[in-house]
């Protein structure tokens, strides 16, 4: 019989060259196949004397085996291949770093000032700002509180202190808002229409004072300003802020040196079972002061009051943020206190828009 070896590196070479599954497959027809090389081999053992028969025999089925595990072999490293090209290709990086756990949160005096801002921008009022260490002039004169005016005492003002031997009058830390309306109207004159959100000082302390707080004031100046105007613009206010449907406040007549007339406002609420529900009830909680801006406080700042009127109001936020968030002791809002703030914060991406809803 013919030498068996020529056949079986010819195929072998074939077969560890082979790139591709078709390539393999072509290899494997013409050598194991029905009219393969190898199988034609075998149909000869027939013509063969046994003595032949019986050496050839073994020799073709080990060469058929033999090709038929290479071919096998190659085909499974043909597919290994294949994977591994293809994990190169598709890999990414799985140990991507987690998103940062929430920690921090926006405090109710900030989540509140935003609020503000977003209803009074709704109704076309600008912020305005003013320093918190103010002239005595700003904080008091210009708002029509000269220097013997008995308002003064009640400010329970901090006074800043002057080198000795300088006996001008010294700054304050501003007890109000207020004085943003003389800096607003001088610096952009009428009409104007301002919110001024901000820290004010009074020496006072118990659980309903803080020596800090937040107050905001509204001012609104044009040709044909009144107290309609005034009371829309609280109204709406309020509604917006509290989030009910309807809300009922009460003008009570006032005083105050900067404002003619001056009235302060209570608004509806009940206290049943200790819980306070705002539009309801028979009880009224005071918010806020207002009135129409005196004559005198637009000359202070440059406005024409033959001219020129409006309202003006100033707010405490502190109060309005208990309120609407049912906190009960102003004294925690500035003890930096973790578990508070983890309770009373506010999530930071939660922007307050008036359409989007303010406190969701
Ligand atoms: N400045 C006043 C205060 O701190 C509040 C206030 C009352 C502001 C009447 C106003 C106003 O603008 O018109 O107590």
Redesign the pocket.
């Known amino acids: 019989m013919q030498d068996l070896e020529p056949l079986r590196a010819k195929y072998l070479g074939e077969i560890a060259e082979a790139t591709d599954e078709a390539g393999l497959e072509a290899i494997r027809v013409a050598a194991l196949g029905k009219k393969g090389e190898v199988s034609l081999r075998m149909r000869e053992l027939g013509k063969m004397t046994p003595e032949e028969r019986r050496e050839a025999g073994p020799a073709l089925n080990a060469l058929k085996d033999e090709l038929g595990a290479a071919i096998s072999a190659q085909a499974a490293a043909l597919a290994d291949a294949a994977l591994a090209e293809r994990l190169k290709a598709e890999w990414f990086d799985v140990t991507l770093a987690p998103r940062p756990v929430r920690q921090g949160t926006i405090h109710p005096v900030s989540q509140v000032m935003e609020e503000c801002a977003a209803i009074f921008a709704e109704m076309g009022f600008t912020i305005a700002e003013g320093p918190q260490i103010e002239t005595d002039w700003f904080n008091f004169d210009a708002l029509n509180i000269p220097p013997e005016h008995p308002a003064r005492q009640e400010h329970d003002t901090f006074f800043m202190a002057r080198e000795e031997g300088d006996d001008r009058p010294p700054h304050v830390l501003r007890?109000?808002?207020?004085p943003v309306?003389i800096r607003a109207m001088q610096e952009h004159g009428a009409p104007i229409r301002v919110i001024a959100p901000g820290r004010v000082y009074r020496m006072d302390m118990d659980q309903t004072h803080t020596p800090m707080f937040h107050?905001v004031?509204?001012l609104a100046i044009d040709r044909d300003i009144s107290m309609a105007n005034l009371k829309w613009v609280l109204e709406e206010f309020c509604k917006a802020f509290f989030e009910v449907e309807s809300v009922e406040l009460r003008f009570r007549a006032s005083h105050?040196p900067?404002?003619e007339p001056?009235a302060e406002v209570d608004i509806r609420c009940s206290w049943e079972g200790g819980q306070l529900k705002l539009g309801e009830g028979d009880d009224w909680m005071e918010i806020l002061?207002?009135?129409m801006v005196h004559p005198k406080v637009l000359a202070a700042a440059g406005v024409d009051p033959e001219e020129w009127q409006g309202f003006?109001?100033?707010m405490g936020i502190d109060r309005i943020a208990m309120l609407k968030y049912g906190i009960p002791d102003l004294r925690a809002f500035f003890d930096s206190d973790l578990r508070w703030l983890k309770h009373y914060g506010f999530a930071a991406l939660d922007v307050p828009t008036v359409h989007g809803g303010l406190s969701r």
């Open positions: 007890t109000h808002t207020s309306q107050q004031e509204g105050f900067f404002t001056s002061g207002s009135g003006a109001f100033g």
